[in-house]
């Protein structure tokens, strides 16, 4: 019998894993994939002078559109403060952090770490925890058979965005956690709530379902319809203004293809080349320059805002807020942290302050038990 099991690979799993063997728990941690946490290229911790948690709280409340539970967003902004001590974001010569300005946020608070902080992470946690943390390749399908291997379970199994023809998601994000959580009798928030991004390749067919960065709107990329005009003039606007808008000029006849055109051409050469070279080289390595010509986008559903109900402890809970003894769940199978939409960046934050709560949280019950 272990102390802990943990079911998802993906960054809330492993940070959960981390915690959780850090508190002297055994763990087994249980994947049948690797999510989607490896494709985090950046996320939200406000590092900047003029940036602090409470305007980091505001911005997450103001785009959350009132869906937000506040103690969850105090929690992750919060506590997303002390990451900066913890990981080596990229930082410009001058010796000031790199950052973005995603969608949503007041001022730039994006960190990443060469441009892939999701697998970065990653690779690090698993190195880190080989040896004290068993793996194992498979599909938990049910709780009864989770609890026969451990006293505390840890739910990390992502969102439902797998199920969609067309999304961004790999296939086995089903959202199996909340399944098998709500036949335990667990509650859930805000289910009809998903994220769309905008801009999600249709071609060519090579990078089809692969997101194309919307920081660059504040760099001067623009949306084009069939006709070349240029649409939705507001760089301000949230991801889910921006699908609304384009979805509507589809709707009006005025796409392509199903989708529009996200023109990049008036993005300094150096800007793509510095900042975005790893958008430039994917297009590139399909022909497709994107200096010169604009990509072919349409929205996708990209995260399951909506998920189990949880309190800041990561306890998952019944309808009538008391917590399942023993069941804890972080990351994109949770729900309320986003309310109806999530700023760019915030899931990766989320994920590394939420996974090490469950972490914590569920050795200390493990403990309790023996
Ligand atoms: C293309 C893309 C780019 C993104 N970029 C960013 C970004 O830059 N910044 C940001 O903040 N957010 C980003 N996001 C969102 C972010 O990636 C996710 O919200 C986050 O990774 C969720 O982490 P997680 O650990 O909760 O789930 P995941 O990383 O999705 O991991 C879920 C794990 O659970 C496993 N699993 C599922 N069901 C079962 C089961 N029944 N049994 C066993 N295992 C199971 C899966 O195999 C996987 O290992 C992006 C999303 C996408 C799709």
């Known amino acids: 019998m272990k102390d802990v ?3 998802g690979g993906g960054l809330a799993g492993w940070r959960a894993a ?3 063997a850090a508190a002297g728990a055994s763990v087994r ?11 985090i290229h950046a996320l939200n911790v406000p590092v900047r002078s003029d940036d602090s948690a409470e305007l980091f709280i505001a911005d997450t409340l103001r785009s959350g559109r ?4 506040r103690a969850l967003v105090e929690t992750m902004c919060r506590e997303a403060v002390a990451l900066a001590d913890e990981f080596p974001f990229d930082r410009l010569p001058d010796g000031s952090y790199k950052l973005l300005q995603p969608l949503g946020c007041s001022v730039p608070r994006c960190v990443t770490i060469a441009h892939r902080i999701g697998a970065w992470a990653l690779k690090r946690l698993r190195s880190e925890l080989a040896g004290r943390v068993e793996t194992v390749q498979g599909r938990v399908e049910n709780l009864d058979a989770a609890f026969s291997q451990a006293r505390a379970v840890v739910l990390a199994t992502g969102g439902w965005c797998g199920k969609y023809p067309f999304t961004d998601n790999p296939p086995e994000l089903r959202g199996d956690g909340i399944d098998m959580a709500v036949r335990l009798g667990a509650a859930t928030r805000d289910m009809d709530a998903v994220q769309y991004e905008p801009t999600v390749a249709l ?3 090579r990078l089809r379902g692969i997101p ?3 920081t660059m709107l504040y760099e001067g990329a623009t949306f084009r319809n069939a006709a070349g005009d240029e649409f939705l003039p ?10 609304r808008a384009i979805f509507a000029e589809i709707a009006a006849g ?8 996200f023109d990049a051409t008036g993005v300094p050469r150096e800007t793509l080349e510095t900042v975005y070279a790893d958008t430039l080289e994917r297009y590139a390595a399909c022909g497709v320059d994107i200096v010169r010509e604009p990509m072919l986008v349409a929205p996708a559903p990209h995260t399951s805002l909506g998920g189990l109900a949880i309190d800041t402890r990561c306890r998952v809970l019944r309808p009538d807020s008391r917590p399942i003894p023993g069941l804890f769940a972080a990351g994109e199978v949770v729900g309320g942290i986003h309310g109806l939409n999530r700023i760019g960046g915030n899931a990766g934050t989320e994920v590394l302050v939420f996974g090490r709560i469950a972490g914590r949280e569920a050795a200390a019950f493990a403990g309790a038990q023996k």
């Open 212 to 214: 194309v960065i919307t």
């Open 5 to 7: 099991l943990i079911v």
């Open 203 to 205: 071609a060519p067919q």
């Open 234 to 243: 507001d760089k301000h606007a949230n991801k889910d203004e921006i699908s």
């Open 29 to 39: 941690l249980v994947a049948n994939g690797a999510g989607n946490s490896p494709d």
């Open 18 to 20: 981390q915690a959780a």
């Open 66 to 69: 009132g869906a937000c539970d």
């Open 254 to 261: 005025r796409g392509v293809d199903g989708g529009v055109w």
